[in-house]
């Protein structure tokens, strides 16, 4: 399964002691592009991550010259 790079998430879904976190507690999510899976960090983990309500709070970043932002929501 793959996942976001970065979410940040309220203190109490962390307390919570889940493995994972539910979705709808998602306030962002952001995907750095890595030079090795930029395809899938643009296209395919982008599709997946439509159908979630995290879409709303969603962010792609680029480091590669010119550095690129994307923000859904």
């Not at 998430?9 to 890595?34: H, K, M, N, T």
């Amino acid at each position: 399964m793959r996942a976001p790079d970065v979410l940040v998430v309220p203190d109490a879904a962390i307390a919570a002691g889940r493995p994972r976190v539910v979705p709808a507690e998602v306030l962002l999510a952001i995907e750095i592009v890595s030079a090795g899976s930029g395809r899938v960090d643009r296209g395919d983990q982008t599709f997946r991550i439509r159908r979630l309500p995290v879409f709303e709070h969603y962010w792609i970043i680029d480091l590669a010259e010119p550095v690129d932002m994307v923000a859904y929501g």
